[in-house]
T-cell receptor, first 114, second 114 residues
């Protein structure tokens, strides 16, 4: 059974800092990995999707890396802003026939203070 | 492009009552998902539809939960009778297909069972 763990559970940083969020998973037989953002009272917004054959993906100030063999992914946020405050979730999609069955971590609550 | 729509946004019921949630996916998305997100946890997949058919309902508590997707578009999720532990946010997501896995989420329905 796939298990996804995110560290740290919560993070508070001053504006402008670069930061790293960590995600680990127990079964390396994944199809892809996604990072999501969730704002209070809202649904999830997809940030980055990394296919199992890729090592990293970038979008603006965000960079996500994937090391499938070690079961790890990191989300790097450069020059953090108060608007980045949210819960960040990673999720893995299994290989085989269960493509859509995402398994989520419990999330990292990020607070960026001015 | 319109996003995933869900209603109601909030619902408060007493235990043993029944409740239904509605989801309208993004137009043209063949795959629809219902997730349960308990406070402080990541979402957990309850059921996945591909057009009209159920792909995965292994984590759906079938003694009290049911879901349908008539005509391969809208979907309803029902709980009958509700228990206190059903208090959660119910998220609906859709994707183009089971291979193109980027999932787009609705705002969710927050259910409180008293």
């Amino acid at each position: 059974k796939q298990e996804v763990t995110q560290i740290p559970a919560a993070l508070s940083v001053p504006e402008g800092e670069n930061l790293v969020l960590n995600c680990s998973f127990t079964d390396s037989a994944i199809y892809n990995l996604q990072w999501f953002r969730q704002d209070p009272g809202k649904g999830l917004t997809s940030l980055l999707l990394i296919q199992s054959s890729q090592r990293e993906q970038t979008s603006g100030r965000l960079n996500a890396s994937l090391d499938k063999s070690s079961g790890r992914s990191t989300l790097y946020i450069a020059a953090s802003q108060p608007g980045d405050s949210a819960t960040y979730l990673c999720a893995v999609a299994p290989g085989g026939t269960s493509y859509g069955k995402l398994t989520f971590g419990q999330g990292t609550i990020l607070t960026v203070h001015p | 492009e319109a996003g995933v729509a869900q209603s109601p946004r909030y619902k408060i019921i007493e235990k043993r009552q029944s409740v239904a949630f509605w989801c309208n996916p993004i137009s043209g998305h063949a795959t629809l998902y219902w997730y349960q997100q308990i406070l402080g946890q990541g979402p957990k997949l309850l059921i996945q539809f591909q057009n009209n058919g159920v792909v995965d309902d292994s984590q759906l508590p079938k003694d009290r939960f049911s879901a349908e997707r008539l005509k391969g578009v809208d979907s309803t999720l029902k709980i009958q009778p509700a228990k206190l532990e059903d208090s959660a946010v119910y998220l609906c997501a859709s994707s183009l297909g089971s291979v193109l896995l980027e999932q787009y989420f609705g705002p969710g329905t927050r259910l409180t069972v008293t």
